[in-house]
């Protein structure tokens, strides 16, 4: 499943949302931070990858998420 744009674009909008409506600089600094990695730790777990390559032991494929 290729990553989804839409989603972190979303997020992305609500991060900078709800940092406007704080009411101190710190604290919106804290609300970005948290925010923001969990944004991204959401859209990279939408991925899915794949492997294609050799080895000495001939060629191999795979496919696996991202946690």
Known sequence: MPLNDNLLKQQI???TDTMMQQEDYESSK???ANMLVAAFKA???T???TIIG???Q???TGT???S
């Open 13 to 15: 909008i609500s991060i």
């Open 30 to 32: 804290e609300v970005y």
């Open 43 to 45: 859209y990279l777990t």
């Open 47 to 49: 991925a899915t990858v």
């Open 54 to 56: 050799t080895s000495n």
């Open 58 to 60: 001939g060629a191999f």
């Open 64 to 66: 696996g998420n991202i």
